[in-house]
């Protein structure tokens, strides 16, 4: 009996901290056996987080399993389907399911996020708004500049990188540079650009860069080692706005934009914001083929930024782009003059700018649309030029969301999109095909062409 009594005073005297249980650690029968902010949730001690976690679970799995297909095309979409069940990408579109016929239209008819697959006669989206290969993985961020490789990839520059893209697969890699703008020289994942534009092939592989906001030409190498061919490469504010012809480390370019490879090797570069047009030599030497500078204003009769005549007293208003044909004549995509200008370095000992095709009223910077030749030619803010086999030059007429041909002889025709109606990057057939910003081609494989959509945020490919 004095033994029971003892075990009962211990038992009281205890009972708050232990509450003479058997309790197992964790466990509760209210709030207040639990330990800090933990709760009582059927008998465990759990955090309310937990709770609330628990009950979203459970009322999830309690709802219906639903496996169904509303627009009876045969793949359903669903919770409830069970695994292998093809699923329908567009439950809403009889037109789009796993195994239909892939069809030269805007959608994606068999759910693999890629649309028109190469089909011919067809525009389609191939990096920047497409989901295929490994694209959900990266973003495009403003591309600008594009050239196709004979090895069967696209490379395209955007704010930081240049890409490598595959238009077959969809696989997409960065092929220099990173996430952030800046400058570095060195290994392909270790270099930096700041907003590269146009690029030009070397016959040797090494690939030239316009690397506008660093205002220099770099150079990347066949094993990918980025380094610079000439300028100083800074997008420093207070290094900006320079102007300077000599060696390497003396020149100076201020946001160049576009690069070309001459007979002769050198590297021809449109210097935007200098308005002027330069040679650089391998060995990195610079020197101004033509240009006198950037456009002036005079009061009461608007931007005088237009002048044919001597290389070096003629004057260029926002340059874009650049050609070089076999004899070594340079073409000039003039935005804000709305022409492409002819440079023969050598006619007259020192060379002579002249029109090609193409008048606007150069006071104002007004362009327009017409095709046809010579000074009838209207063009709006043309940018990014290349060549097709044939030596007809493909001119991106961003203004009028065109893309045009202008023969050897000066004819002008357009080929794809329809002028003033841009408002919509539109894939689909050709004729129905519209492009917001062209501001970049490069010929592919077997006629096709790829054009940079810049507003868009799109690369395009065109196959006809």
Not at 225 to 238: E, F, I
Not at 414 to 431: E, F, S
Not at 433 to 461: I, Y
């Amino acid at each position: 009996m004095a033994s029971a009594l003892l075990r009962w005073m211990v038992c009281l005297a205890l009972f708050l901290a232990t509450s003479c249980s058997s309790r197992p650690e964790g466990t509760c029968e209210h709030d207040s056996q639990c330990k800090g902010a933990l709760v009582c949730f059927e008998k465990k001690c759990i955090s309310v987080m937990q709770v609330r976690e628990l009950r979203k679970v459970r009322e999830e799995a309690a709802r219906p399993k639903v496996c169904e297909d509303k627009d009876g095309d045969g793949a359903k979409v669903g919770e409830g389907c069970p695994p292998g069940t093809p699923k329908d990408c567009n439950d809403n579109d009889p037109n789009m399911a796993p195994g239909k016929e892939e069809l030269c239209d805007a959608i994606d008819n068999n759910c693999d996020g890629r649309i028109n697959e190469g089909l011919r006669g067809c525009v389609q989206t191939v990096f920047g708004g497409a989901t295929w290969g490994n694209q959900a993985e990266h973003r495009l961020l403003n591309p600008h500049g594009v050239l196709y490789d004979p090895q069967g990839f696209v490379l395209l520059s955007d704010d930081h990188h240049i890409w490598k893209i595959n238009p077959e697969s969809g696989q997409v890699e960065v092929f220099a540079g990173s996430h952030v703008s800046n400058f570095e020289n060195g290994a392909k994942d270790v270099a930096r650009f700041s907003y590269p534009q146009g690029m030009a092939r070397a016959d040797n592989g090494d690939l030239y860069v316009a690397d506008c906001k660093n205002n220099c030409i770099r150079r990347i190498a066949q094993n990918g080692v980025v380094s610079t061919l000439a300028g100083m490469c800074s997008n420093r504010t207070k290094d900006s706005g320079q102007i300077a012809d000599g060696p390497k480390d003396v020149a100076r370019f201020y946001c160049p934009t576009d690069v070309a490879v001459a007979p002769d090797g050198s590297v021809v570069v449109v210097d935007r914001e200098n308005a002027r047009i330069r040679r650089v030599t391998q060995d990195g030497t610079v020197t101004t083929i033509a240009g006198v500078g950037p456009v002036e204003v005079e009061e009461g009769k608007g931007q005088i930024g237009f002048q044919d005549g001597k290389a070096l007293e003629a004057r260029f208003n926002d340059p874009q782009s650049v050609l070089v044909d076999p004899r070594g004549i340079i073409f000039v995509a003039e935005s804000f003059n709305c022409r492409i200008r002819r440079i023969d370095p050598k006619k007259g000992g020192q060379g002579e700018v002249s029109t090609f095709v193409g008048d606007s009223d150069t006071l104002l910077g007004v362009g327009g649309f017409a095709d046809g030749a010579g000074k009838k030619v209207r063009f709006n803010f043309p940018h990014g030029m290349t060549y097709d086999r044939s030596g007809n030059m493909i001119v991106a007429d961003l203004g009028n969301n065109v893309i045009r041909l202008v023969t050897p002889a000066g004819s002008v025709r357009t080929l794809y999109g329809k002028a003033g109606d841009g408002k919509v990057a539109l894939d689909g057939p050709i004729a129905q095909a519209r492009f917001q910003t062209p501001s970049d081609v490069a010929v592919g494989p077997n006629g096709t062409l790829f054009v940079v959509d810049a507003v868009a945020n799109r690369l395009r490919w065109i196959v006809p």
